[in-house]
């Protein structure tokens, strides 16, 4: 999946979950949902440790120490790229170390389906959006 679906897809799936109040762990889904390609960029193999359980949980217990609620909306980002990477003809590594990938093979990157889901996630947060600012407004 591209870095554009990570974000709105990950934000997509919180989305229901936000209010007016907890609004500001916005950015901290974004940091989640795009945290795993961090190791295209520290020189790691690509989907190995970063997008394993073990990292994911690393990562989030050390959040959670400092704040609840900003560990659970990077967890949910986090969580949906590995969910979505999932779907992709290379998979990820889960269980890291152990070389096993998961994956459904149904799409590519940047293909039709990884930039329609961006499209539909994008809809639904812009939906969201508009019921927290209109509470009254039936969509």
């Known amino acids: ?27 901290i889904i974004i940091m989640g949902a ?10 790691l193999k690509h989907r190995g440790f970063t997008h394993s359980l073990l990292c994911l949980f690393l ?11 900003v560990a659970i909306a990077f967890l949910l980002g986090y969580g949906s790229h590995l ?8 998979g990820v590594k889960l269980f890291f170390p152990l ?17 329609g889901l961006g499209i539909v996630s994008i809809v639904i947060i812009c939906v969201r959006l508009i019921q927290l600012i209109q509470p009254n407004l039936q969509l």
């Open 99 to 115: 070389k096993c990938s998961f994956c459904l093979k149904l799409c590519k990157t940047d293909g039709t389906f990884d930039r």
């Open 83 to 90: 969910i979505l990477d999932m779907f992709t003809m290379k």
């Open 59 to 69: 990562a989030s217990y050390g959040l959670w120490v400092a704040d609840r609620n």
């Open 34 to 43: 795009t945290f795993p390609d961090v190791d295209m960029k520290i020189g």
């Open 1 to 27: 999946m591209t870095t554009k679906t990570h974000i709105s897809a990950g934000f997509a799936l919180a989305a229901p979950l936000m209010t007016v109040h907890n609004l500001y762990l916005a950015p």
